[in-house]
């Protein structure tokens, strides 16, 4: 039997993970080498396990996640008005197809950006497609949009994408196109996509935000009727962590 053979006719269909794992078993002595029915379920293991990996890193590497943050990281308490439980309910992502929002506030240097971070890289790691925007940064797509006439398709990326991270929401003014591109996206993941939201203003400081009534009513409408909330209390990690270092 020509091994070799065997390898390269794995490669070629692509089967990467399962090329890999058949060249590891042949290193065993024969005598510890599987049978044939466990072989062939090893190297169907390892093949699902690495599609799983390379379609977490193609998310991940889309996703411009901002911080390499993991769940086990975000440290839970009573202080900051973070409980490990409140966090577990949301590990396994199931909101995501619920369609259901998460709407994270607290003051600046509290750990928003690096919880929402978290659970983007969570979604990442259970096969959903997520992307995560600086508001700063969605105003300039949506700018340049408009110029070059994509509108439309970066509109249907936003829906198709399964988890949507909006950071530093409310740090600035948004002008009108603005509020009515935010009302728009909302309006088409409502329901069926899920989107996160930081912001250092409360929630009910939000409509506020917006400055426009009846947009303002019609997006807030569409945030917080399946939402999940939580308020980071506490002071900044940022100064504690300069404190130690100091």
């Not at 709407?103 to 509290?110: R, S, V």
């Not at 750990?111 to 978290?118: E, N, P, R, W």
């Not at 203003?201 to 569409?222: F, G, M, Q, Y």
Request: proline residues 2%; hydrophobic residues 40%; aromatic residues 4%.
């Amino acid at each position: 039997m020509n091994t070799q053979l065997t390898l390269d006719q794995l490669r070629t269909m692509k089967l990467h993970g399962m090329a890999d794992a058949y060249q590891e078993l042949l290193t065993l002595p024969v005598q510890e080498q599987p049978s044939a029915d466990l072989m062939i379920g090893k190297l169907v293991d390892a093949e699902h396990a690495y599609r799983k990996e390379q379609t977490t890193r193609r998310h991940l590497l889309r996703s411009k996640i901002r911080y390499p943050a993991m769940l086990e990281q975000i440290h839970c308490s009573a202080d900051r008005n973070l409980s490990r439980e409140q966090l577990l309910s949301l590990a396994d992502c199931r909101y995501i197809e619920r369609g259901e929002n998460i709407l994270i506030t607290g003051a600046t240097g509290c750990g928003k950006s690096y919880l929402a971070s978290a659970l983007g890289r969570q979604a990442c790691s259970l096969g959903y497609s997520t992307l995560y925007l600086g508001m700063n940064r969605l105003m300039e797509q949506l700018t340049q949009a408009k110029l070059d006439g994509s509108y439309m398709k970066w509109l249907n990326k936003l829906e198709k994408t399964r988890l949507l991270i909006l950071d530093d929401f409310g740090l600035q003014e948004l002008d009108h196109l603005t509020r009515l591109t935010l009302l728009q996206i909302l309006e088409d993941r409502y329901g069926k996509q899920a989107v996160i939201i930081t912001a250092q203003l409360p929630v009910n400081k939000w409509h506020d935000i917006i400055a426009e009534p009846t947009v303002a009513d019609s997006i807030l409408d569409r945030l917080l009727g399946s939402a999940h909330r939580i308020e980071l209390q506490g002071q900044s990690l940022r100064r504690k962590k300069l404190g130690k270092n100091m």
